[in-house]
């Protein structure tokens, strides 16, 4: 059985920094497409960032330059750093996995909630001042 457990989130000012990080159990994960996704009250689920079998990356628009997706294969563990957070950054973060060796990119970087099969429950982020 997969299992995706989020942990990480937080309170923080803007310009600040956090670490989020997904374990994962119950399949193998290295030869998974994971990513990470956002909800913000009010609106859709939306893909920031996915890393796949051979270390492709992609980013949305949005966090490039500021978000780092990495994964530790021996620890099955995917980690999620985000610098120079906004306030607009703010939404419930989600680790996803999928059984594909690559991931499905879209215009250049973005990935869809409906191409990934299995689900964590979310840990919050929230950037004020």
């Known amino acids: 059985q997969v299992q995706l457990v989020e942990s990480g989130g937080g309170s923080v000012q803007p310009g600040g920094s956090l670490r989020l990080s997904c374990a994962a159990s119950?399949?193998?994960?290295?030869?998974?497409?994971m990513g990470w996704f956002r909800q913000a009250p009010g609106k859709e689920r939306e893909g920031v960032a996915a890393m796949d079998s051979v270390d492709w990356r992609g980013y949305a628009d949005s966090v490039k330059g500021r978000f780092t997706i990495s994964k530790d294969n021996a620890k099955n563990t995917l980690y999620l750093q985000m610098n120079s957070l906004k306030t607009e950054d703010t939404a419930m973060y989600y680790c996803?996995?999928?059984?594909?060796?690559?991931?499905?990119?879209?215009?250049?970087?973005?990935?869809?909630?409906?191409?990934?099969?299995?689900w964590g429950q979310g840990t919050q982020v929230t950037v004020s001042s």
């Open positions: 119950g399949y193998t994960y290295s030869t998974y497409c």
């Open positions: 996803a996995a999928d059984p594909g060796h690559l991931c499905t990119y879209y215009s250049g970087g973005y990935v869809l909630p409906g191409d990934f099969r299995y």
